[in-house]
C-alpha cells in the first residue's frame, strides 16, 4: 500500500512541477447535472449472446405488451425482476440496467389502465 501511495505522490510532484514551467493552473470539470444524467441514460448492450451464455433482453420485444391478459403482465414483470437481481449479483450491470427500463416500461403498462380510469 505505501508503495502505490508513493508513486501517487510521485506522479503528482511531478505534474505539479510540469503545470507550474508551463503556466497551467489545474481546474474543476464544470458539468451540468443533466448532461452527467443524459451520458448515463446513453449505455445501450447490443442483443446476444454475453458471458455464461446469457442472451440481453432486448427493449424491442415489447411491441406485443399492450395486448398481454394482466396476469400475464405480472408473470412477466416477476420474471423480469428475478432476472435483473441474478444480473445485478453477476456483476452484469448493463445487462441488468437494460432489464431495469424494460421492467419499468412494463410496469407503466400495467398501470396504465388504472390512471386512465381515475
Known amino acids: 500500500m505505501q508503495k502505490a501511495i508513493d508513486e501517487t505522490d510521485r506522479r503528482r510532484e511531478k505534474q505539479e512541477a510540469y503545470n507550474q514551467r508551463h503556466g497551467i493552473e489545474p481546474q474543476s470539470i464544470r458539468k451540468e447535472v443533466k448532461a452527467i444524467i443524459e451520458g448515463v441514460g446513453g449505455v445501450s448492450v447490443s442483443p446476444g449472446k454475453h458471458k455464461k451464455g ?3 433482453q432486448n427493449l424491442a420485444n415489447l411491441s406485443g405488451i399492450s395486448s398481454m391478459p394482466p396476469g400475464e403482465l405480472g408473470k412477466r ?5 428475478k432476472q435483473m437481481y441474478t444480473y ?5 450491470f448493463e445487462l441488468a440496467a437494460q432489464t431495469r427500463d424494460e421492467l419499468t416500461l412494463l410496469k407503466r403498462q400495467q398501470l396504465g389502465p388504472r390512471i386512465e380510469a381515475a
Request: aromatic letters at 0%; hydrophobic letters at 30%.
Open 88 to 92: 445485478a449479483r453477476d456483476l452484469e
Open 77 to 81: 414483470i416477476d420474471q423480469l425482476e
Open 54 to 56: 446469457r442472451k440481453s
